[in-house]
């Protein structure tokens, strides 16, 4: 079965950096467009970042010049390097595949805050 599983969230202060990964099993990793998104509390789940098989990538203009979507195909994992971290990127950030079915990570929780 399709699994995505998120890792690399904590607390971090303003201006500091995390990783986040995604580990995925269950399909064809390499031929899937895969992405981030982020669902602050009490607001709708955004995009934030995606990457297409080719390696291709689009950004929201929030995090663009911070951020960096990358994806290792022969690991099955996708990363987020978030950088330069502000209050407003306090969120939930899931993993996420297209294709005809969609699919979720259950989320891990990023909080910037000093």
């Known amino acids: 079965q399709v699994q995505l599983v998120e890792s690399g969230g904590g607390l971090v202060q303003p201006g500091g950096s995390l990783r986040l990964s995604c580990a995925a099993s269950g399909f064809t990793f390499s031929v899937y467009y895969m992405a981030w998104y982020r669902q602050a509390h009490g607001k709708e789940r955004q995009l934030v970042a995606g990457?297409?098989?080719?390696?291709?990538?689009n950004y929201a203009e929030s995090v663009k010049g911070r951020f960096t979507i990358s994806r290792d195909n022969a690991k099955n994992t996708m990363y987020l390097q978030m950088n330069s971290l502000k209050p407003e990127d306090t969120a939930v950030y899931y993993c996420y595949r297209g294709g005809f079915v969609n699919y979720w990570g259950q989320g891990t929780q990023v909080t910037v805050s000093s």
């Open positions: 990457v297409a098989s080719s390696g291709s990538s």
